[in-house]
């Protein structure tokens, strides 16, 4: 099969490698039907995630059809159609029981599909921990309606769910990327009096007032003004960083107004610092962390039920064979991209 494989820093290349088999009772064999790009797949093509390894296969949006099952799955057959989750996670240990899948104790716990072990990025993709990895996508679904289940839309629904959003708050979203657009449709859920979204690119500001006319939209160099001129004490109530730079990071803490929540979504590629002193006073709830896509089955219903559609977010489509000119569009951000969808 084709698998696009991170050979070192800096360069991912298209390579033939052997479909993947069963390894452990836990294991689902999933033939990938559609995939994505992801800023993560980025961060390991550059070299910013330290515990990727050289020679995997990248990749960890998809879904697929399950091919084979080991003996100790029972939540998924031969057959189904499903999403696979960003997360490995093995549902028993401690962290997992308490909904915070992210810091699974088990070895292949965690952000491990397409950085640690083989992704989806190709023909086939071996998942551990079925039962907990896969979610079958109900009937009337399409893939590429369930395509961002796994990983973005986790994401948004993450951090929608852990930034105690109230009714009658002015909600402040930082970054209008897929991420942050995966965000936003998890906070309009949340029904708050105001949402406000910062971003840079006038393509992207544009593209959030087209689909999403009740939001209210500026650029960073008026967002802490804007904000305060669209809120009722002093600042947003939350703030959700999903833009990642060392602007928007500062941007997050100084717009929120004084005991707000500021929930960190972004992967960072250098350490940001605290100004103590400067926020002395502020009383902030900061929330940072990696993704707990442990509410993925929730996510599909709502799909299901029309309350969640990510298909606009898909600009551009590609063969596995074109993933290649998929990367460079995608990196360079050109024509008009958001997201783009691989057919593997």
Known sequence: MLAYTYVR??????????????????????????????????????????????????????????????SGVSSVKPGDRVTVNVETFCGRCFFCRHGYVNNCTDPDGGWALGCRIDGGQAGYVRVPHADCGLDRIPDGVTDEQALFVGDILATGFWAARISEIKDGDTVLIIGAGPTGICTLLCVMLKHPGRIIVCEKSPERRRFVTEHYPGVLVTGPEDCKSFVMRNSSHGGADVVLEVAGTEDTFRMAWDCARPNAVVTVVALYDRPQVLPLPDMYGKNLTFKTGGVDGCDCAEILRLIAEGRIDTTPLITHRFPLSGIEEAYRIFENRLDGVIKVAVTC
Do not use: W, Y
């Open 9 to 70: 820093k800096g360069e991912f290349r298209l390579m033939e490698k052997p479909v993947p088999e069963i390894q452990d009772p836990g294991d689902a064999i999933v033939r990938v039907t559609l995939g994505s790009i992801c800023t993560s797949d980025l961060h390991i093509k550059h070299g910013s995630v330290p515990r990727a390894v050289p020679g995997i296969t990248v990749g960890h949006e998809m879904v697929g059809v399950v091919e084979k099952t080991g």
